[in-house]
């Protein structure tokens, strides 16, 4: 069975740090892409970041170029969001998804409508 989990969410303080893990079961992440989207209450779906599965390419949102990194991990079929200089409006549950459908991934990326395979979320909160 496919499975993605999230992990590593909480709360943190304005200006912190924290890693945000995404581990996949039953396939192997090496040709995926893999995006980042969040949720906050009562707003829409938004992409945050993507890596490509051919050769680890990245995208951010402008939201959060400079602060966010995503990295991949094929050995441990896990990937990474490392979210710096949090802020508030960071605050959302955050989901990783998995897609062979994101042929460019400046173009299709950051649209949750091109991903199959999605985890649970884990809750980001940034408050003091």
């Known amino acids: 069975q496919l499975q993605l989990v999230e992990s590593g969410g909480g709360l943190v303080q304005p200006g912190g740090s924290l890693r945000l893990s995404c581990a996949a079961s039953?396939?192997?992440?090496?040709?995926?892409?893999i995006g980042w989207f969040r949720q906050a209450p009562g707003k829409e779906r938004e992409g945050v970041s993507c890596?490509?599965?051919?050769?680890?390419?990245?995208y951010y949102a402008d939201s959060v170029k400079g602060r966010f990194t995503i990295s991949r991990d094929n050995a441990k079929n896990t990937v990474y969001l490392q979210m710096n200089s949090l802020k508030p409006e960071d605050t959302a549950v955050y989901y990783c998804?998995?897609?062979?459908?994101?042929?460019?991934?400046?173009?299709?990326?950051?649209?949750?409508?091109?991903?199959?395979?999605w985890g649970q979320g884990t809750q980001v909160t940034v408050s003091s």
């Open positions: 890596i490509s599965g051919r050769d680890a390419s990245t």
């Open positions: 998804a998995a897609s062979l459908r994101v042929s460019s991934i400046l173009l299709y990326g950051l649209r949750y409508s091109r991903y199959d395979y």
């Open positions: 039953g396939f192997t992440l090496d040709y995926y892409a």
